[in-house]
């Protein structure tokens, strides 16, 4: 049977002689064509000896091949609406750009002066693009831009500290989602660890009585995504400066997010900011681009300039360094700090985090009647109370009061309902709660958006 099956299977250029397969040939290249019929009647192939193929049919062939084709060319990007109600939402590519940041990718996606002195024709440095803006927004003294915050721990560890002690409290060793485990990073690093203190306390004397011959550096870690309640005690940044100070040893904090504005401004729960720790004495802060800062996916690295030029000058940030679109929609973030009046105006993350309850509301049941129009039927819909989280590991357990549209359905589930939505071009990404699919209109600035692009 098998046998038979796989001899009735038409030859690559039976296929390709079809009517459908012929006029796809003249749209796309032949070799595009003729290999995506190659991997359909491969796939029959396997589907015969695996059982789960029992006939053959020539045109259902052409169709495979088609719709191989459609899946290759395909882009695997894709645009996703966030109504998640996570506003900083790893998983979907953290913080939105802001326009000019946007427009800023857009520029540089063409030549630029990325590592080019315009003003003396020679070579420059592409930490020249963001380091003034830096400066003046932390009170550091230089700053260096790597792709991550997570590198930006790496190399700084790395530069200051290979081969010698780094001490952190037990309360710190954190790790944030999917890979980035401190004591892991801190060995890659090629750093040996000193944990003091205990998970829930450590005291100054702690710090004091670990420094040995081949102690390096006093690390701090902002526990970003969890807070340590009860009985607790922990050395702020500035007593440990202090202890640095009477050892000579320089002190790196890990903010995570850190924030570049005081974020009680705009009625959110204060975040560290950098300029605190700078001012508060730290040698080096790191923190991430695309968090609280609202920009790209990079890792900031301001500090003390002797510390910054060594960390340059480790041949590891070569292999670390952002790339051109990066730091150009970077530079443009940090330009929107210079007018702090405007800043939440033209900031999408600050935007989302602090925009007022009842305009979310407004989006709210506009959203709602747009979709009972479009989805009607056995759908309904209904403007619910609920809470955003602001995502990305910062502000453990602050909840943010928002408005959600509630989708259900006579017959179909949660589950299912989701899945219409994210089947949808952009995708639609809404969470299940309480057994009812919601879309958080917090991150969303156009209701229509959250309309499906097909009727299900
Ligand atoms: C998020 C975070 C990191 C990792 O930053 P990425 O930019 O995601 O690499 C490291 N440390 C802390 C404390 C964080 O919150």
């Known amino acids: 049977m098998k046998k038979r099956l796989l001899r009735a ?40 000896l695996a059982g789960s193929v029992t006939e053959v049919s020539f045109d259902r062939l052409v169709e495979d091949s088609l719709e191989v084709l459609r899946r290759t060319l395909a882009s695997k990007v894709r645009k996703v609406i966030n109504a998640s109600g996570t506003v900083l939402h790893t998983n979907i590519g953290r913080a939105v750009l802001s326009e000019e940041a946007q427009e800023a990718v ?20 592409r930490d020249n693009l963001v380091e003034d803006l830096l400066k003046r927004l932390t009170g550091a003294e230089a700053a260096t831009v790597v792709n991550n915050n997570a590198a930006a721990v790496l190399l700084t560890l790395n530069s200051l500290a290979e081969g010698k ?90 903010l995570g997010s850190g924030s570049l504005v005081d974020l009680s401004r705009y009625g959110l729960p ?60 970077l530079e443009a973030t940090l330009r929107l700090y210079l007018d702090s009046e405007r800043l939440a105006g033209r900031l999408p993350t600050l935007r989302h985090l602090s925009r007022p309850l009842g305009d979310i509301e407004e989006a709210a049941k506009k959203a709602a009647s747009l979709l009972s129009e479009f989805l009607g039927g056995s759908f309904s819909f209904s403007v619910e109370d609920s809470d955003s989280a602001v995502g990305g590991g910062s502000m453990p357990g602050h909840k943010l009061s928002t408005k959600v549209v509630s989708v259900t359905h006579g017959t179909v589930g949660p589950e299912r309902i989701m899945r219409l939505f994210l089947d949808s071009t952009p995708a639609i990404l809404g969470r299940i709660n309480k057994d009812r699919f919601l879309l958080d209109m917090r991150t969303v600035e156009d209701p229509a958006d959250v309309v499906p692009s097909v009727r299900f």
């Not at 459908?20 to 396997?46: C, D, I, N, Y």
């Not at 952190?168 to 401190?182: A, D």
């Open 165 to 254: 002690e780094v001490v952190i409290s037990r309360g710190e060793l954190i790790e944030i989602g999917g890979s980035f485990r401190l004591p892991e990073i801190i060995k890659k690093s090629g750093c040996v660890l000193k944990e003091v203190g205990t998970t829930n306390r450590t005291h100054p004397g702690d710090y004091a009585s670990a420094v040995t011959g081949s102690t390096a550096l006093f690390f701090k870690a902002h526990t970003s995504n969890y807070t340590v309640v009860g009985f607790t005690a922990e050395v702020g940044l500035p007593e440990l400066v202090g202890i640095g100070k009477r050892h000579a040893l320089p002190v790196v904090e890990d």
């Open 270 to 329: 204060k975040e560290p900011l950098v300029s605190e720790s700078i001012e508060a004495g730290a040698d080096i802060v790191t923190f991430s681009g695309d968090k609280l800062l609202g920009g790209p996916q990079s890792g900031i690295i301001a500090g003390k300039k002797e510390f910054v030029d060594s960390i340059r000058k480790n041949p590891l940030k070569r292999a670390l360094r952002p790339g051109k679109l990066t730091l150009a929609s």
């Open 106 to 125: 857009v520029f540089a996606s063409g030549n630029i002066n990325l590592e080019f002195d315009l003003d003396t024709g020679g070579r420059g440095e």
């Open 9 to 48: 299977l038409p030859s690559v250029d039976e296929l390709l002689r079809s009517d459908r397969l012929k006029e796809a040939a003249t749209l796309h290249s032949l070799p595009l064509v003729t290999g995506s019929v190659r991997m359909a009647l491969e796939e029959s192939r396997s589907g015969i």
